[in-house]
Structures are given as C-alpha cells and as structure tokens.
T-cell receptor
Framework: KQEVTQIPAALSVPEGENLVLNCSFT??????LQWFRQDPGKGLTSLLL???SQREQTSGRLNASLDKSSGRSTLYIAASQPGDSATYLC???????????WGAGTKLIIKP | DAMVIQNPRYQVTQFGKPVTLSCSQT?????MYWYQQKSSQAPKLLFH???????NEADTPDNFQSRRPNTSFCFLDIRSPGLGDAAMYLC????????????FGDGTRLSIL
C-alpha cells in the first residue's frame, strides 16, 4: 500500500533563506508526483507536477525534484518571502486513474 | 476568474440535520472530486465522477451521497451529520489527462452544532 510522508510537519525560517521541503513515498511505481500549496482556510493550488519519466520541474523560485528509486521528492524554494508562508502538500498518482495519495503536508512559516 | 466555485464558504448545521454543499466549475473538466479535510491532515477522497460515472471510495460512509446533474455542477449531501463530520470539504476538477493537475475550489468549512 502506497504511503506518502512529509517531514517535518512544520518549519520556520527567516526571510531570504533557501529551503527544502521533503516528501517520501513507499512504492516507486508512481505515475506522477505533484506539489500543492494550501493557504489557511483555502483550497489547494497546484505548484508543480513531475511525471514519472522526469527528474525535475521548475517554476520561478520553485524547483521540484523526483528520485523514484529512492522514493523521494524535494521542493526547493529560493530566496524565501513571507508570502511563501503556507502548508505544502505532495501527492502521488499510482496510475493513469485520477486518484492521488496525499502527504499530510509541511506547514512553512517565513519570518520577516 | 474563479474556476471552481464552492458555496457556501461556511456552513453551520445541527447534529442530524441534512446539509448540501455545492460546487460549480467553468473549466468544462470531465472529472470532479469531493474531498474531506480535517485540521492538519491530508485531504481524503470521498467520491469522484468521470463525466456522470460515479465512483465511491470504499471507506466513504453511507451518510455521504453525491449528485452531478451536469458537467458544471456537483453536490455533496450529508444525510445525518455527526460531530465527526465537521471538516473542510474540497471540490476539485481535472481533465482526462492524468498528467494535468487537479484544480481546487476554496472549500466549504462545515460546523456541526
């Protein structure tokens, strides 16, 4: 059974620092991996989607990597800003159906 | 600009009193989902529709029902809400391409008195 884990559950860093969020999954046979952002009391916003054949994806200050063999993905945020404060969730898709297996998220606080 | 719209944003109901949450989309996506999310937890998939083809998760309680009268609208009915059903309910949509992300609404926060 696929399980997705995000450690730590919470992270606080000063503004301007580069940081890495971690996601691990137990079954390497994934279809894709996605990173989402969730602001308090809101829905989820898709940040990056990495297909199983890809190693990384980039969008602005965000870079997500995927290592299927080790069951790990990282989300790198460069030059963090207070506006980056949110909960970041990763999710894996096992096949071409539509279901996602979710991590519980990392709550990120960027201190001004 | 809102593409997945959930109403209401906040819903308060009494223990045992039926409640309906609604979701509409302007994206013309084939697939629609309902998730339940409790505080500091991952979203839990309740149902999804592929067009009108309804797919119920095995562990979704019978107390939860859903309707999708057309492509644009989807409803979540909770027949007899209990205290444990207090949560954020998220609606999402996607295309048939599994390598495209899901698009979420802002959710409805349900409180049970």
């Amino acid at each position: 059974k696929q399980e997705v884990t995000q450690i730590p559950a919470a992270l606080s860093v000063p503004e301007g620092e580069n940081l890495v969020l971690n996601c691990s999954f137990t079954d390497s046979a994934i279809y894709n991996l996605q990173w989402f952002r969730q602001d308090p009391g809101k829905g989820l916003t898709s940040l990056l989607l990495i297909q199983s054949s890809q190693r990384e994806q980039t969008s602005g200050r965000l870079n997500a990597s995927l290592d299927k063999s080790s069951g790990r993905s990282t989300l790198y945020i460069a030059a963090s800003q207070p506006g980056d404060s949110a909960t970041y969730l990763c999710a894996v898709s096992l096949d071409s159906n539509y279901q996602l297996i979710w991590g519980a998220g990392t709550k990120l606080i960027i201190k001004p | 600009d809102a593409m997945v719209i959930q109403n209401p944003r906040y819903q308060v109901t009494q223990f045992g009193k039926p409640v309906t949450l609604s979701c509409s989309q302007t994206l013309n996506h084939n697939v629609m989902y309902w998730y339940q999310q409790k505080s500091s937890q991952a979203p839990k998939l309740l149902f999804h529709y592929y067009d009108k083809d309804f797919n119920n998760e095995a562990d979704t309680p019978d107390n939860f029902q859903s309707r999708r009268p057309n492509t644009s609208f989807c409803f979540l009915d909770i027949r007899s809400p209990g205290l444990g059903d207090a949560a954020m309910y998220l609606c999402a949509t996607s295309t048939l391409n599994s390598n495209q992300p899901q698009h979420f609404g802002d959710g409805t926060r349900l409180s049970i008195l």
